[in-house]
């Protein structure tokens, strides 16, 4: 059973920057394709941005895309969201996702594992 946790959330002000963590214990790291969602209050969870199991290929939604970067290190079991130029619409809980081998897609029910969560705020 794989298990994740992220951590990295926080309280940040318009333009500003955090970095969000995903430490993933259990099984083989390197087997997963990782992704980032969120959820803001009254809404569906909605994917950001996803990276294969080589780190290779990424994918982003529309909305993050130039302002975010997800990466991944193997040495450490951990992926990253890096998030920049953030902006208030960008608040919402954060939760990381792994799925076996491949990316399934952008739809948050597709995916097998999943993180507790970590509240973003960007004040305005």
């Known amino acids: 059973q794989v298990q994740l946790v992220e951590s990295g959330g926080g309280l940040v002000q318009a333009g500003g920057s955090l970095r969000l963590s995903c430490t993933v214990s259990g099984r083989t790291f390197n087997r997963y394709a990782m992704g980032w969602f969120r959820q803001a209050p009254g809404k569906e969870r909605e994917f950001v941005a996803a990276i294969s199991t080589s780190g290779g290929i990424t994918d982003y939604a529309d909305s993050v895309k130039g302002r975010f970067t997800i990466s991944r290190d193997s040495g450490k079991r951990t992926v990253y969201l890096q998030m920049n130029s953030l902006k208030p619409e960008d608040t919402a809980v954060y939760y990381c996702?792994?799925?076996?081998?491949?990316?399934?897609?952008?739809?948050?029910?597709?995916?097998?594992?999943w993180g507790q969560g970590t509240q973003v705020t960007v004040s305005s």
């Open positions: 996702a792994a799925h076996t081998s491949v990316v399934p897609g952008w739809v948050a029910a597709l995916w097998g594992y």
